[in-house]
């Protein structure tokens, strides 16, 4: 009798740690979404162009803390001055990249992708590689913190990078 009891003890055991690996493992998805602050960086960037904002849009699918992530958005800068030459700078990034949870609700991330740029005044228009790394909170479930930091060559001048210092605040959601 003993040794049926211990028998099914050992069964209980692996049938609660199957299900808790299992649940541990499970695919997880992700749907964010940022109000985004930009402050340029650098001296060719920032005499151009003032502070912008925007907003940002993805979503993600990984197993345990790692997810593969993709969004995208739009990014408006203002002409430092009325004399900027191509006025406004409107950038869509397009980007993939990884998210990793490292303690709690705390990640870091890093992108790559295209930034499709245009500018307000003489028609100027391209698509320059975009990298982007940073790091972020989820705070009270729904709530997400993060600051980041991307760079991309201008497309109307191309020897010249266009660095910038991200602040977001949005929603994020697992499903």
Request: proline fraction near 2%.
């Amino acid at each position: 009798m003993r040794k049926i009891h211990n028998f099914c003890f050992a069964v209980l055991l692996l049938v609660i740690g199957s299900v808790n690996f299992a649940n541990a493992q499970a695919p997880k998805a992700l749907v964010y979404g940022n109000f985004t602050f930009t402050s340029p960086q650098g001296t060719d960037f920032t005499k151009n162009f003032a502070n912008g904002s925007g907003f940002e849009i993805g979503g993600g699918l990984g197993i345990g803390k790692t997810m593969i992530i993709g969004s995208t958005g739009y990014v408006n800068y203002l002409a430092a001055t009325s004399t900027t030459t191509h006025g406004d700078l409107n950038v869509i990034p397009i980007k993939v990249g990884v998210r990793r949870y490292l303690i709690g609700k705390l990640f870091v991330n890093g992108q790559i992708g295209t930034a499709i740029q245009s500018f307000s005044k003489g028609g100027v228009s391209g698509s320059k590689f975009l990298y982007e790394v940073g790091a972020g909170v989820k705070i009270i479930h729904l709530i997400e913190v993060g600051a980041a930091y991307t760079s991309y060559q201008s497309a109307a001048t191309p020897n010249i990078n266009y660095n910038s210092l991200l602040f977001k605040v949005g929603f994020s959601v697992k499903i």
